[in-house]
């Protein structure tokens, strides 16, 4: 059996959403998993020299895990991973490959659980419910936690956005950093600012894009982010003093802004690769090949 999944990169804790609102990208990761092929670990692209090839890879933890969660026991197989989405910039690498490893898992060993399910263990994995929630669906994903775990709902922004993606050349931020520069109390006035802003956000995405660089207004997480990354926090205060709606991408320190004709994303300099992307309208999907017969 030969499969592939595609996950697409995603944005969490976008703009005021912390650990809650994630965007789907079209960026995406690809794996293909052979069971007729020599065993092994191939990965080209983004972190093909970084991420190892062993059984502390997270695609293989993922669908190990998956198989030791329903009491089965995969095949010998051949994993080839071909990357778009770069690491440690807060475009949901890690999400993918969580997500991708657990719907192959799941195929192969033939259980078809539902994406509920799979967003428990992808979160479980990953521990970025909002990340895994995006990728799993696509579009804008409010991922919430419940007394029986984390569930997600989409939603489906509106075609006119224009997504762009700032990617620092010289920085890099860790998620395990970017968790501890964060402040352990939250003021009242400061939770009151962003359950307000997360709500227009919801709104801006959906049906009034117009709201956005207000809807993207943060007091939880941001600013300390942008504190680990000066060159990001300085592109991202252009920005802002410009006009253009900009948060931090998961824990940074790319950027992602949303270009218009009032407001449209200037070159950002030295230093800085720009993507113009959509938001990808499709989560993580799975395609079966035929085999040629060898």
């Known amino acids: 059996m030969r499969l592939t999944a595609r996950v697409p990169a995603t944005v969490a804790n976008l703009g005021p959403g912390f650990d809650s609102l994630g965007l789907a990208l079209s960026l995406s990761n690809e794996i293909e998993v052979d069971t007729d092929a020599e065993p092994g670990i191939a990965i080209e692209g983004e972190g093909g020299d970084e991420l190892p090839r062993d059984q502390s890879n997270l695609v293989v933890r993922a669908m190990q895990s998956f198989a030791t969660d329903v009491g089965r026991e995969l095949p010998p ?130 049906a009034r894009p117009e709201l ?45 802004a949303f270009d218009s004709e009032q407001a449209p994303v200037p070159d950002p300099g030295a230093g800085w690769r720009l993507l113009r992307v959509e938001v990808a309208s499709e989560g993580a999907t799975l395609l079966e090949h035929p085999h040629s017969g060898r």
Do not use: K, M
Not at 216 to 240: K, S, V
């Open 77 to 206: 197989l051949a994993i080839r991973c071909s990357n778009a989405i770069p690491l440690e910039r807060g475009l949901g690498s890690s999400a993918a490959a969580a997500v991708g490893g657990l719907l192959l898992a799941d195929r192969l060993l033939g259980v078809a659980v539902d994406r509920t399910e799979l967003l428990r263990l992808a979160t479980a994995l990953e521990g970025h419910a909002d990340n895994s929630a995006a990728a799993l669906s696509g579009g804008f994903a409010v991922a919430y936690l419940t007394d029986d775990g984390w569930r997600a709902e989409r939603v489906d922004p509106i075609p006119s956005l224009r997504p762009v993606v700032l990617l620092s050349e010289g920085e890099r931020v860790g998620t395990d950093a970017a968790r501890r520069s964060l402040p352990e109390d939250v003021a009242v006035e400061d939770a009151i600012f962003n359950a307000s802003r997360a709500a227009l956000l919801v709104l801006a995405l959906t």
């Open 212 to 256: 956005l660089r207000v809807a993207l207004e943060d007091r939880l997480h941001q600013e300390a982010r942008l504190g680990l990354a000066p060159a990001a926090a300085d592109l991202f205060g252009r920005l802002r003093h410009a006009g253009v709606p900009v948060c931090v991408a998961g824990s940074g320190p790319t950027l992602l």
